[in-house]
């Protein structure tokens, strides 16, 4: 679900929003943290099966 992922918000500029369902398709992203280090995991389901789930890290690197 690309729409999904064009939903980032300033907020929490991770991936895509914590929760979008378009008909059938239900788009699910948990995140924990803050910009500086972060981890969430996303899924998307079909009619209510998973079809998609990953889990992803990130933060903000810090040239020295």
Do not use: C
Not at 17 to 36: F, H, Q, R, T, V
Not at 45 to 59: C, H, L, R
């Amino acid at each position: 679900m690309k729409e999904a992922l064009s939903l980032v918000s300033e907020k929490a500029p991770y991936r895509g929003p914590a929760k979008l369902e378009k008909g059938d398709w239900k788009y699910l992203n948990e995140i924990k943290g803050d910009i500086k280090r972060f981890a969430g995991h996303e899924r998307i389901t079909f009619k209510g099966e998973e079809v998609f789930s990953q889990d992803y890290i990130g933060g903000v690197v810090i040239d020295k």
